[in-house]
């Protein structure tokens, strides 16, 4: 099965990948690696989701606003790829970013929101190492943000 099927079977749609908007570039390709810059938590109508977990958000909610950055990754990809989501060999890392409260620890619980996005999409060339890390604050105030490495052909 293709990736693109696969995407539709699991009824998900990519969002534009968008340019971005300051001193660096969206993607950038190395050798055998793409880089992904860090995608913020957008909703599929274009609205960014805010908020600091364990304040305005649970944990549910930084998880579906995780797996919305799962997505712009994916889309970033398949630009960076010209269209070809089948170029990615694996996925290497994801370094996920959590807007969120002094005592609120389930960082990694949120970003598993991005993870398990990507690994159900590409399955075990899906599976990647990781870290998920706790900030008091994001751009635009955003909730979550997630960066990506994958090595492709």
């Known amino acids: 099965m293709t990736i693109e099927k696969k ?11 968008t340019d971005p908007v300051g001193s660096y570039v969206a993607t950038k390709i190395s050798g055998k ?8 938590s957008i909703d599929d109508k274009g609205t960014l989701i805010k908020g600091k977990l364990g304040k305005d958000l649970n944990t549910e909610d930084g998880y579906q606003a995780a797996k919305r950055c799962g997505l712009s990754i994916i889309a970033q990809a398949k630009k ?23 005592d609120f620890t389930d960082q990694p619980k949120v ?6 996005l990507i690994v159900s999409i590409f399955g075990e060339v899906g599976m990647h190492t990781r870290a998920a890390v ?12 997630v960066d990506a490495i994958f090595e492709i052909n």
């Open 111 to 116: 970003i598993n929101g991005a993870s398990e």
């Open 80 to 102: 960076a790829c010209d269209g070809d989501l089948s170029r990615i060999k694996s996925c290497i890392k994801l370094t996920g970013f959590v807007n969120s409260t002094d």
């Open 134 to 145: 706790s900030t008091n604050s994001l751009p635009l105030g955003v909730s979550v943000e």
């Open 7 to 17: 995407i539709k079977e699991l009824g998900l749609s990519l969002p534009q990948a």
């Open 33 to 40: 690696f793409l880089f992904i810059s860090g995608q913020i």
